[in-house]
T-cell receptor, first 118, second 112 residues
Framework: GAGVSQSPSNKVTEKGKDVELRCDPISGHTALYWYRQSLGQGLEFLIYFQGNSAPDKSGLPSDRFSAERTGGSVSTLTIQRTQQEDSAVYLC????????????????FGSGTQLSVL | KQEVTQIPAALSVPEGENLVLNCSFTDSAIYNLQWFRQDPGKGLTSLLLIQSSQREQTSGRLNASLDKSSGRSTLYIAASQPGDSATYLCAVKQTSYDKVIFGPGTSLSVIP
C-alpha cells in the first residue's frame, strides 16, 4: 500500500477482554515498530521487528502484551486481559533497512488505533 | 539508557515569528535524529532526518541542526504560520539497541 495501515482505528473493549491490533507496513519495509501514546504523553517504545531477527521486546510493559509479525509483513499486537491503564493510542511505524548502519532510513507512521478500556 | 528531552514543553508565538525548538539526548551513539510533526488525533509525519555524520538539514522554512558530541539538536522554523501549530517530536535511532527513542514533544501554537 501507499502508507502504513492500522486497524481498527478505534477499539472500545471491556476490562478483562483480549484485543488484537493490526499493522500493515509499507511494502518492502523490513523494520516495524510499535509504540504507545497515552493522553498528553510522548511515545513509549513497545517492540521492534527487523527482518528475520529476533524482535526487541524490551518495551513491552507486561506479559499481557505480545506481538508477532507473520511473513515479515503484517504485525499483530495482542493485549490479553485488558486493564483501564492500557487505554491509549497504539502507533505502528515502518522503515526500509538499506544498510547495516541505518543512518538514512526515515520512519513512517500509521494513524494509530485508539484503544479505550471501560 | 538513552533519554531524550525537549524544551520548551509548550510554546505560543504570534504569526510571522522565527522560533527554535530544542532536543537533547544523553547517549551520542546514534545513527540519526529525526524531527516529526503530530497533529491532534493523527499519526506522526517525518519532517527532517539528520544522519549522524551530518550537521544540518533544511526543508523549506525548516532547518534542523545536530551536535552529536554535545547531545543536542535544534529545529528552526522561519516565518511561522498558523498551519505550523502542532506537536513537534524529536527521535534518535541508537546504534546499540537499534530502536528509535522519542522525546516528549513541544506543543506549538502559532497565533494569527
Amino acid at each position: 500500500g501507499a502508507g502504513v495501515s492500522q486497524s481498527p482505528s478505534n477499539k472500545v473493549t471491556e476490562k478483562g477482554k483480549d484485543v488484537e491490533l493490526r499493522c500493515d507496513p509499507i511494502s518492502g519495509h523490513t523494520a516495524l515498530y510499535w509504540y504507545r501514546q497515552s493522553l498528553g504523553q510522548g511515545l513509549e517504545f513497545l517492540i521492534y521487528f527487523q527482518g528475520n531477527s529476533a524482535p526487541d521486546k524490551s518495551g513491552l510493559p507486561s506479559d499481557r502484551f505480545s506481538a508477532e509479525r507473520t511473513g515479515g509483513s503484517v504485525s499483530t499486537l495482542t493485549i490479553q486481559r485488558t486493564q483501564q491503564e492500557d487505554s491509549a493510542v497504539y502507533l505502528c511505524a515502518s522503515s526500509l533497512r538499506v544498510t547495516a548502519t541505518a543512518t538514512n532510513e526515515k520512519l513512517f507512521f500509521g494513524s494509530g488505533t485508539q484503544l479505550s478500556v471501560l | 539508557k538513552q533519554e531524550v528531552t525537549q524544551i520548551p514543553a509548550a510554546l505560543s508565538v504570534p504569526e510571522g515569528e522565527n522560533l527554535v525548538l530544542n532536543c537533547s539526548f544523553t547517549d551520542s551513539a546514534i545513527y540519526n535524529l529525526q524531527w516529526f510533526r503530530q497533529d491532534p488525533g493523527k499519526g506522526l509525519t517525518s519532517l527532517l532526518l539528520i544522519q549522524s555524520s551530518q550537521r544540518e538539514q533544511t526543508s523549506g522554512r525548516l532547518n534542523a541542526s545536530l551536535d552529536k558530541s554535545s547531545g543536542r539538536s535544534t529545529l528552526y522554523i522561519a516565518a511561522s504560520q498558523p498551519g505550523d501549530s502542532a506537536t513537534y517530536l524529536c527521535a534518535v535511532k541508537q546504534t546499540s539497541y537499534d530502536k528509535v527513542i522519542f522525546g516528549p514533544g513541544t506543543s506549538l501554537s502559532v497565533i494569527p
